[in-house]
């Protein structure tokens, strides 16, 4: 097993530079701790993990199946008051609040599928964008329950230290992107999710004619993007130790969507280079003179992504360093004359 695992990784990983970039793009999130001792940076990018699973659980329903959905903050904001409700009424610990929270967000993303299953295009975003808003006025209306414009206050963290919330929101974003690209890679032989997500983005009426039953699997797009989403939002409300209204705003869900076209949509780690370029971009511009205007700052850099990069930074660079073979379609570094795998000429 380990032999067959090393032959993968010799002939599967290292060939391939984006891939080689990936895993030391992740083991540097690893070190960095015993790099950085400070708790300002860690704090960022520890946010950063989360609002990764965030980002890319949104690329997995919108961008992979084509459901869009302008509303996802919906799981985020049910996984978070799901969690931080179940603390102040039950005293149960963050190790339970969690799952449970997530669990809370998935039943969120059936919930909303039910009544969009028949709708497509701007009527699906419309229908999404309406549910965050109405349980925000849920929130408002029972402030008694839920503390209204405070919030619920008070919630455990997740450990004692910044170091060990900082590790606990990694390792959890690295497993939970691992799945969601596992689901998502059209490629794969063992899981065929992916390759039927994207047959109804592509076009519904011919996967349904195919035999494909489009309900479901739209049904479990849904549901994994909310659990995932619900994942990052129980994960939120315990690290700054408060659930309120902001979980829920429309500001939250469009920050997600604007993460995944910077990155680069329908690739899951673009979804994750645009939170780690964008976000801690952005907070460390707040501490510099022109930390007024990083709201200014932010759309210049999108927009000009978006004209000379429009299928976002992270494919863009894929696209410079990575071909694909024409006869076998198997991916190559840029620079090799010809396949490493049936020789045919790359150029």
């Not at 199946?65 to 610990?93: D, E, M, R, T």
């Not at 997740?158 to 992107?177: D, H, K, P, Q």
């Not at 863009?316 to 198997?330: H, Q, S, V």
Request: net charge positive; aromatic share 12%; charged share 10%.
């Amino acid at each position: 097993m380990l032999r067959r695992l090393l032959k993968d990784f010799q002939f599967g990983v290292l060939p391939v530079p984006g891939r080689v970039i990936a895993i030391v793009f992740f083991v540097a999130l690893f070190i960095f701790p015993l790099i950085v001792q400070s708790s300002y940076y860690l704090r960022v990018f520890t946010f950063a993990s989360i609002y990764a699973i965030f980002a890319v659980s949104w690329d997995l329903l919108s961008g992979y199946s084509g459901q869009a959905n302008f509303g996802h903050a919906l799981f985020f904001g049910v996984a978070a008051y799901g969690s931080a409700l179940l603390h102040k009424y039950l005293g149960w610990q963050p190790v339970v609040t969690i799952p449970l929270g997530a669990l809370a967000g998935t039943l969120a993303g059936v919930v909303t599928c039910i009544p969009a299953l028949r709708l497509r295009g701007p009527y699906l975003s419309l229908l999404t964008l309406a549910f965050p808003i109405m349980l925000l006025g849920l929130v408002f209306a029972f402030k008694d329950v839920t503390g209204g414009e405070q919030g619920i206050m008070g919630l455990p963290r997740l450990a004692a230290t910044v170091t060990g919330e900082y590790y606990i929101c990694l390792l959890v974003m690295t497993v939970s992107i691992l799945i969601m690209w596992k689901l998502s890679d059209a490629g794969s032989k063992y899981v065929r999710t992916g390759l039927i997500f994207h047959a109804i983005r592509e076009d519904e009426i011919a996967a349904r004619a195919t035999g494909i039953n489009t309900i479901r699997y739209k049904i479990l797009a849904f549901a994994v993007g909310g659990l995932f989403a619900g994942i990052a939002g129980a994960l939120f409300t315990h690290v700054i130790r408060v659930a309120g209204p902001s979980t829920l705003a429309m500001t939250m869900s469009f920050q997600a969507i604007i993460w995944v076209v910077f990155g680069g949509i329908v690739s899951i780690y673009g979804a994750v280079v645009g939170v780690y370029t964008l976000y801690p971009l952005v907070e460390f511009l707040r501490r510099t003179p022109i930390g007024e205007y990083r709201l200014l700052v932010l759309p210049v850099i999108v927009i000009l992504i978006l004209l000379f990069m429009p299928e976002g930074l992270a494919v863009w660079i894929r696209d410079k360093i990575e071909t694909e073979c024409p006869r076998c379609k198997l991916t190559n570094a840029s620079w090799r004359g010809e396949c490493r795998a049936c020789s045919a000429p790359l150029h």
